[in-house]
């Protein structure tokens, strides 16, 4: 095994016995950032003596380090303790049309960070190469020893335990090829990986709109529609890596096929595609002067059209969207019944069709759900945008490093 | 504050440093029997002399007995430990309309159960007295300084934070009233409170169909229809306490108003309420003639009388009857894509109506439900029936005791 210069990886393993202490502490500080020993002490309830032979342990290891004294507030002088400049985490976000990788500090704050056109239907071998390269790219300035780990996203199922994509419908050629183990053994780092939208929602929870949510869904809507699920502060998978599959729930009767050879699921009813291929169909027929002369000019029609033509006025647009929104709201409505979530969050590329889209769904979600479960909940827009994938991998390589990750 | 019988309660905090283990040697030996001490050491992965001195700490305090020895294969003697007989829970399940309660030894096996009829309505200071006087017919005959705790469960939301029940439909008189203090305060015990299908579900993880499942719902369908979810091997309680509402997800156009001031509910349109209502009308059009003459002789129709009509051989009461487990699988469908769980237990009165119904939600849900979200899922009829409840509320009692409990 070669690390990403040819080295040996640095040894992270923390000391046995203590190590339960250690982990909290490294997590309270990458959450919370920087923080005073006496701070560290109370929140964590440990007791002064404990909380100052951990840090002395950790600033051994150069996990964490010491900086200047808070001012005093009559009792012992408190120092403040931070993550080491020197631990750096790896985000990659594999979507079905983009590549994107990230580099983080130990808070997971991205320093770098690369975006490519990518298609994941190329099959796992060139998108791992290029995945590769652009690692090798952002961590060509930093000394490469201090990455701890690397996370991965992919745009379908993924078995947590074995790090392989399961019958991932939009992944041709990746069913079952190990992704973790590949990655891990050319780069000598760990590697974690997990569906796209779970890395999204960790990603919005650890730093974006979501902070501390405890319970919590995060609603991807792209080409099609997914979901990532936090139920007490950490991932719900299920039983087969595909919890939040929420885009072929039957939403109405239709005449339309979806992919998965079924008729009237969520994702052929609304989502990019299906928004599309609305758009198209009103374009054609001449309902939508406005989407017929688009269609006319460039050949197509996408999402991002019909959300322009709505803002500039077309009503065939708008009706398109709000019955979109209206789907998703009746879908939302009996998720925030069944699992009663704090918050909902809104992201992937069709969000940024706009207010109209999340104020439909919130409209028929919080219409239609029971007064106790709406009582505290909020339907949001993404904060992180595009950078929540690339956060939650990096959040999600640091879990497998402070060896708290669920095995599910 | 007094015990049952006026003595001081018995002392029971666990060590600090070593508290960690010594409680998760306490829980493999509440769910997996008396074990061998080096198979202890082994599965928790703990050291030897470590495993002996937590046993040690533990027969010291009572909570754990030595048997002896095990059949040596070739290595130390070792011998079998278990908790000690000295161990009771108590576990409440207050229902609609009844009132049970089981006195478990330490392994949550129930030794003792009453169960009577009672009414939530009446509100909560008779059903409380009532519950005491049956806490103390149990527990008459051992000594009460050995009972541990009392886990409740209510039929409606609660503040799990709190132990007190949430603007619960069908409990007037109860909401925000403290049931866990007041009980805590007359039994000097550690009492937990939580609803009546989250228990159900702990009963029937620890004791019954789904022993060890970690992705699990729980579905009872009673006068009402509610789910218990288990994630990770936890309740999912959700942010209000409500989680798992789904009698009110809408299933379909109707003009039949539910409860709760909507229509097209799966509460009203299936359950004991709603299948009563609708043989009644069958009953009295005449369109049965079966459920027009039970309802001539008895003056009114109950779910029961649909489900002896239907074995009868009435073909409006089997219509009714797979109408609402169609019902019920468009919703868990739904819930599969969803959560992804690895079994449904169905439980509740209406279980009872036997083949038909659950062949009804299966042929729904799996036909529904995308394959990858079906391929390990089994949905199952509850196997501890009456008794789910009380047992899952006696394990929430050990495991307020174990200081493991989740502080939602």
Redesign the interface.
Known sequence: MTTLDGGAPRRLSLPEGQS?DLRLVLARLRDRGPQAVSELSEELNVSRSKIDRDVAELVRLDLVRRGGPTPSTGGRPSRIVGLSPTLHFLGVDIGATSLAVGLTNGYLEVADFVEEASDVRRGPEPVIERTIALITKLTKSIDRRTVIGIGVGVPG?VSFRDGKP??PPIMPGWDAWPVRDILSQRLGLPVTVDNDVNIMALGERHAGVARGV??LLFVKIGTGIG?G?I??G?I???????????G???VRESTTLCH?G?TGCLESEFGGAALARRATAAGRSGESLFLNEVLTEKGELTAEDVGRASVAGDPVSTQLIRDGGQLLG??L???V??????MIVVGGGLSKLGHLLIAEIRSVTFN??????T???SIVASELGGQAGVIGAAFLASETFLGTV?Q?
């Open positions: 339960v199922p399961v019958a405890a319970d979901c699920i139920s007490r950490a719900h998978r299920g039983v087969n890596g595909c919890a939040g599959d929420i072929h729930i039957r998965c079924r009746q879908v409505s009996g998720l019944n069944f699992f009663n979530p704090l239609r759900s029971t007064p106790l479960a009582s505290s909940l669920w599910a």
